[in-house]
């Protein structure tokens, strides 16, 4: 195993390493390509359906005020207007 070692030369080792940063230069834009896909798309996705729901949520607050349902009478409930049943 030492041997081994001992017989790779300086040139050989540099020569390695050029190819091991070569090869880590040519990798580098699809490893940002793949951080944008998996961080960058969902937050902005994230982001545009918040401000989505809050825009309806608005909306719908805007809406004119609606008259509540008055429920009817029944039948053995009187009305009483000035001491008198109607």
């Not at 300086?10 to 940063?21: F, P």
Request: aromatic share 6%.
């Amino acid at each position: 195993m030492s041997r081994d070692s001992e017989k790779i030369s300086y040139s050989e080792k540099t020569e390695r390493l050029k190819v091991i940063t070569q090869f880590i230069k040519t990798v580098t834009p699809m490893i940002w390509t793949v951080v944008i896909i998996v961080v960058i798309i969902p937050l902005l996705g994230n982001f545009l359906i918040s401000k989505s729901l809050t825009n309806t949520a608005t909306t719908t607050l805007k809406t004119p005020f609606k008259k509540p349902i008055q429920q009817p009478r029944l039948s053995h409930q009187k009305n009483w207007t000035n001491g008198k049943p109607k």
